[in-house]
């Protein structure tokens, strides 16, 4: 059977790192590339985070590219409450073999997306999309080729986990957001709702994982810092995973329960709702729909996928 293509653009902080495990342990698919991007920490960082997973995931070795290292407009503020300076859980993790291939991440994205098929590469992006921005705003022509952007991104219908109304990976550069999300692609926002409630992992979840083998003691270890500030948000250890939620959506669409079509703009004013997706579910606006926005998941179909990706 042949493997569908995939590129991953990663900011890759700890819920990266489960999600990029994941893909790489799902036989259906090959991922090409990785894109670096600034977002939970540095792109430098990132990087170093994202060579650090593949050679724990034990599969195949996909070349990591350094793409931009800045928000298009507005200044760096990274997410070290969330999952440690380093953004692994600060466990002292760091690749001991692999390195970043030269070149750079946007060029190699468009670069593949020519020589391949057109509508062949979903692209799946887990961080701010400066890198996806960028790629469109060089070669929209060489963009239309891709098969579908898949973000994790945006509240989808409910609230922000950053500001009342904002997600973090679209706040943290909502003008490349903008970009992205008025390009005209096919592209389907994972909500950061949809790894909430039922979808988060709970206490036996984790020990599931963690308990299964090195990859599992990795995926749940490096969530560290992650599981600590929700036992004060949350009231007891628990994973909202909104990256894996969007790789499961993305690689397992048997997973989503509620993913609908509706017309979407973002917001980057600079104030309290600066990086919000606007959601127009009532249709106010009277325009064409532009985005997907996968708001629920099946839990126990996404839960499986995860143990069943991560061997647990």
Known sequence: MDKKKIIIDTDCGSDDAMAIAM???????????FSIVAGNVSAKQAAINTLTTI????????????????????????????????????????????????????LKMLEILEAE??????????????NLAVAIRLAPETMKRVKRISVMGSAGLGTGNVTPASEFNI?????SAKIVVESGLPMMFVGWD?????AMLSAADIERIRNSGELGKF???????LMEMNCDR??????????????????CPECIEKCDK??????????????AVLVDVYQFSGKEPNVWICSKLKPQVYKDYIFRTLHA
């Not at 949809?194 to 039922?198: G, H, V």
């Not at 017309?263 to 600066?274: K, M, T």
């Open 23 to 33: 893909a790489l342990n799902d036989e259906s698919y090959e991922i090409l590339m």
């Open 55 to 106: 050679e724990k995931s034990g599969t195949y070795e996909p070349p990591v590219y350094m793409g931009v290292e800045l928000p298009l407009v507005r200044e760096m503020i990274f997410a070290h409450e969330t999952h440690g300076n380093d953004g692994m859980g600060d466990i002292g993790l760091v690749p001991h073999r692999l390195t970043v291939t030269p070149g750079n991440g946007v």
């Open 117 to 130: 098929p057109e509508n062949s590469v979903e692209v799946i992006a887990l961080g701010p999309l400066t």
């Open 171 to 175: 706040w943290q550069d909502p003008e």
């Open 194 to 198: 949809a790894c909430l409630d039922e």
């Open 219 to 225: 995926a749940i270890d490096c969530n560290k810092c």
């Open 234 to 251: 949350f009231g007891e250890p628990c994973l909202d995973m909104a990256d894996p939620a969007a790789m499961a959506a993305a690689l």
């Open 262 to 275: 509706y017309y979407c703009e973002v917001d980057i004013s600079f104030g309290i709702s600066a990086g």
